[in-house]
């Protein structure tokens, strides 16, 4: 069965920092790439960053330079640290995975933590 589990969500003000957490099994987490999504109330959902088994990472242009993406092949873990966090961050944040080929599986997508931030 495959799980993906989200963590380090909350409240925070404007300026201040988190660090979510999504910690996969089911998976071989070394050949899925892995990802952070979030929607905010009213929006679409939108990716927010992404990271490659081999560590090759894409964030979105309203994050770049306040948000990492990174990964723990070792712990089937991908992280999303993020600084300076403002209100419009605020959203329901997903992690998900994408295996490097189809052949290899399907998408999976974690409950979703809430990040709310503050003003």
């Known amino acids: 069965q495959v799980q993906l589990v989200e963590s380090g969500g909350g409240l925070v003000q404007t300026g201040g920092s988190l660090r979510l957490s999504c910690t996969t099994s089911?998976?071989?987490?070394?050949?899925?790439?892995t990802g952070w999504y979030r929607q905010a109330p009213g929006k679409q959902r939108e990716m927010v960053a992404r990271i490659t088994p081999a560590n090759i990472t894409n964030v979105v242009d309203a994050v770049k330079g306040r948000f990492t993406i990174s990964r723990d092949n070792a712990k089937s873990t991908v992280y999303l640290q993020m600084n300076s966090l403002k209100p419009e961050d605020t959203a329901v944040y997903y992690c998900?995975?994408?295996?490097?080929?189809?052949?290899?599986?399907?998408?999976?997508w974690g409950q979703g933590t809430q990040v709310t931030v503050s003003s």
């Open positions: 998900a995975v994408s295996p490097l080929s189809p052949r290899l599986g399907k998408d999976y």
């Open positions: 089911g998976i071989s987490f070394s050949l899925y790439v």
